[in-house]
Nanobody
Framework: VQLVESGGGLVQAGGSLRLSCAAS????????MAWYRQAPGKRRELVAS????????DYADSVKGRFTLSRDNAENTMYLQMNNLKPEDTAVYLC???????????????????WGQGTRVTVSS
């Protein structure tokens, strides 16, 4: 599975950005996708996640009410709409796709997390 992010950039506080993550390759066994972010000197943190089957979403408390995660199954693309951005949202945002362990016919897979290369978001005050 290959993940390609886009949409990052520089924005003033209060502004908006929309991040995209396009997935390609063997995506049929992916059961969830997510956005993580990592700011300099800080641990990577989960921002939002979505299940591929039912589209159930979950958000970090710090972004609830400001960020909206959605997925276009036909295009295998995930979007993160970020509104009312704050300087503390500044980070590299990484797309994640999770494959649980399991078998499809005679082929079995280990649990694995795929990652994109990241897209930088900078929010100025």
């Amino acid at each position: 599975v290959q993940l390609v992010e886009s949409g990052g950039g520089l924005v003033q506080a209060g502004g908006s950005l929309r991040l995209s993550c396009a997935a390609s390759g063997r995506t049929s066994r992916i059961n969830a996708m997510a956005w993580y972010r990592q700011a300099p000197g800080k641990r990577r943190e989960l921002v939002a996640s979505i299940t591929t089957a039912g589209g159930s979403t979950d958000y970090a408390d710090s972004v609830k009410g400001r960020f909206t995660l959605s997925r276009d199954n036909a295009e295998n693309t995930m979007y993160l709409q970020m509104n009312n951005l704050k300087p503390e949202d500044t980070a590299v945002y990484l797309c994640n796709a999770h494959r649980p362990s399991g078998c499809s016919g005679s082929v079995c897979y280990n649990e694995f997390d795929f990652w994109g290369q990241g897209t930088r978001v900078t929010v100025s005050s």
